[in-house]
């Protein structure tokens, strides 16, 4: 009886794939694809990573990518941010092409077609490679939820919406209210 193998796909031949719109990444060797975002997805993310963008630069804080840049975490484990943070301490994980390791703080932005995969499966790879600060935004219902590591673990800090305050735990000072995320 024949069993059939699974081919784990790497980071070299996640490079080969078309540079189509579309956001391509590894979990565990396995070739995930997902379409372009929607509106309110994009206002979402170009708001908060103006706000990042500004705090980290007023502060020579680090750095601040948006998608589309890669995140490789091992060569059978690369993922595209919606947001990332990279503070001044570990600078060395940037390349030319990508970051190599853990950021300090990932955002990612619910889409229907993610939502799952991002809640579940990112969230896990996240606390696994030691990312310290990871932030869920539910576009629709316009709410942000914000985890820190801790002792190994993800630990729900909020959920905030409207005029709420967050805080984050990794860029000391950085302050904003939900609703600046989602304004129009």
Not at 23 to 36: F, K, T, V, W
Not at 52 to 81: C, I, K, W, Y
Not at 109 to 121: F, H, N, Q, Y
Not at 148 to 156: C, D, H, I, T, W
Request: glycine share 4%; proline share 4%.
């Amino acid at each position: 009886m024949a069993t059939a193998t699974r081919v784990k796909l790497n980071y070299d031949d996640l490079r080969l794939f078309p540079n189509d719109g579309k956001r391509h990444e590894l979990i565990d060797g396995e070739h995930i694809m997902s379409p372009a975002p929607k509106t309110n997805h994009q206002q979402a993310s170009i708001n908060l990573a103006t706000l990042l963008h500004a705090f980290v630069r007023q502060h020579n804080a680090g750095r601040v990518f948006s998608a589309p840049f890669d995140v490789v975490f091992s060569d059978f484990d690369v993922t595209e941010p919606d947001i990332l943070f990279i503070s001044r301490e570990h600078e060395n994980l940037l390349t030319e092409d990508n970051a190599r390791g853990a950021p300090d703080l990932i955002v990612e932005i619910l889409s229907p077609s993610t939502a799952e995969m991002d809640r579940k499966v990112k969230f896990s790879l996240y606390e696994k490679y030691g990312v310290r600060e990871y932030w869920i935004i539910t576009p629709d219902a316009e709410i942000v939820q914000l985890f820190a590591l801790r002792a190994g673990k993800f630990e729900l800090l909020g959920n905030f919406s409207g005029k709420q305050e967050i805080r984050s735990a990794v860029l000391s000072g950085f302050v904003c209210r939900a609703e600046e995320i989602f304004a129009a």
